[in-house]
């Protein structure tokens, strides 16, 4: 029986630009936040990038190197986009979040509702990207809700990002059982991502 060679064929382009940037990331110059626009851009990358990278580590370990040949699998890439998508809505909520009650609190920036209007232009955005209409309306209306519950004093320090990694241990496509001992390291492999990006933002802010 012929056996199957992995080559950089087997990989998606997307797949490997986001493990690309993420070896080569702490090399990369890093701009200033001076803006609503620099603000906006930092919520959608680092969002993007928390996603697929927690995700994709996520399928590696369980799957081993051989992973990338379920790229074939029409099914297995449907739950894959489907993941992908709601995981990463969380994300850009709970990052939007935390950047404006950062804001807030310690540079006193009192346009709350520039938070909404961000989070919906990105969201409006992604559709170009295909990102399902369903989801879109979906993560808007949950956004709303967390709107009318948050407390922008404290919600920065106060575990800002745990609706993400639940997220992702609800969304990534392994069998439940094998989801139910994998269920802290999964939070945590999010966590660490996500200090990264916190202790980001707070030394490239500049409002």
């Known amino acids: 029986m012929q056996k199957y060679k992995l080559s950089w064929r087997d990989i998606s382009l997307n797949d490997f630009k986001v493990y690309l940037f993420a070896m080569f990331k702490a ?9 609503v626009n620099d603000l906006e ?3 959608q990358t680092k969002s993007a990038w928390v996603t697929q990278v927690t995700l994709y580590n996520y ?12 790229f074939d699998n029409d099914v ?15 994300a850009l909520q709970d990052l939007t979040l935390f950047t404006f009650s950062y804001l807030k609190v310690n540079f006193n920036h009192q346009n709350i509702n520039q938070s909404k209007e ?6 409006d955005s992604e559709s170009s990207n ?8 979906e993560a808007k209306k949950t956004f709303n ?5 948050i407390n922008w004093e404290t919600y920065y320090k106060d575990l800002p990002f745990n609706p993400s990694a639940l997220s992702l241990y609800k969304w990534a496509p ?3 059982e094998l989801k139910t001992l994998d269920r802290k390291i999964v939070l945590n492999s999010m966590i660490l991502k996500w200090d990264n990006v916190e202790k980001e933002f707070k030394e490239l802010i500049n409002f």
């Open 59 to 70: 399928l590696k370990t369980r799957m081993g190197t051989r992973y990338v040949l379920h």
């Open 41 to 43: 851009h930092f919520i």
């Open 145 to 149: 809700e967390r709107l009318q519950n």
């Open 118 to 123: 961000i989070f919906f232009k990105i969201l």
């Open 76 to 90: 297995f890439m449907a739950s894959l986009d489907i993941a992908r998508w709601n995981i990463y809505s969380v």
């Open 130 to 137: 295909k990102m399902p209409v369903d989801i879109i309306e």
């Open 174 to 176: 392994i069998a439940e």
């Open 27 to 35: 090399f990369i110059p890093k701009k200033k936040i001076k803006n």
